[in-house]
């Protein structure tokens, strides 16, 4: 497994402002991805990051919104932009890790955002 | 596209009783599938997986098995205890498609002493 760390842990936000999310992890990690749990929700994927090169974006998520960085293979960071009260949500990092048999995603602690 | 479904909840038990939680999905190819669980307050973490069909994963007295047949991977304990108390996901892995994880919708486990 790997330890994941994200910062803020959370947020209170003012509509219209910006917040960008830090993802940490103890081991270099080729692919990191970042989720969003919407307040009683299961988790939708945002964008899938790797090192060196532009992050793909899911459908319903655009770059100008979610913009990303991948500047090495332990730390990612998202930033929500331009936010509206329907951003507010947990945030969570993933990274994916070799297992016993096959590949396996470990979770960050996630980052709980309020927008007002 | 793939798509996992899970059973509504929240599902209310009583300590020492079974648990399963319904889990079906919808993939091509041959995905992986995955059990997390939710803590209150915490992150999710990794309960358990199967890679193949006919697999079994297990950990803390849970277990699911990959049933191609069925297209499910249903979780089941058979004595929940209230520290079992959380949101179980399910989620499955196209190995197709970057490995991103499709997650179904969380079932809540309520458990009472």
């Known amino acids: 497994s790997a330890v994941i760390s994200q910062k803020p842990s959370r947020d209170i936000c003012q509509r219209g402002t910006s917040l960008t999310i830090q993802c940490q992890v103890d081991?270099?990690?080729?692919?990191m991805f970042w989720y969003r749990q919407q307040p009683g929700q299961s988790l939708t994927l945002i964008a899938t990051?790797?090192?060196?090169?532009?992050?793909?974006?899911e459908s319903g998520f655009v770059i100008d919104k979610f913009p990303i960085s991948r500047p090495n293979l332990t730390f990612s960071t998202l930033t929500v932009s331009n936010m509206s009260p329907e951003d507010s949500s947990i945030y969570l990092c993933?990274?994916?890790?070799?297992?016993?048999?096959?590949?396996?995603?470990?979770f960050g602690p996630g980052t709980r955002l309020t927008v007002t | 596209g793939n798509s996992v479904t899970q059973m509504e909840g929240p599902v209310t038990l009583s300590e020492e009783a079974f648990l399963t939680i319904n889990c079906t999905y919808t993939?091509?190819?041959?995905?992986?599938l995955f059990w997390y669980v939710q803590y209150p307050g915490e992150g999710l973490q990794l309960l358990l997986k199967?890679?193949?069909?006919?697999d079994k994963g297990s950990n803390k007295g849970f277990e699911a098995t990959y049933r191609k047949e069925t297209t499910s991977f249903h979780l089941e304990k058979g004595s929940v205890q209230v520290s079992d108390s959380a949101v179980y996901f399910c989620a499955l892995s196209d190995n197709n498609a970057g490995n991103m994880l499709t997650f179904g919708g969380g079932t809540r486990l309520m458990v009472k002493p």
């Open positions: 993933s990274v994916e890790l070799p297992g016993t048999s096959g590949y396996e995603q470990y």
């Open positions: 199967a890679t193949k069909a006919d």
């Open positions: 990051a790797n090192q060196g090169s532009e992050a793909t974006y």
């Open positions: 081991s270099q990690v080729t692919m």
């Open positions: 993939a091509t190819g041959y995905p992986s």
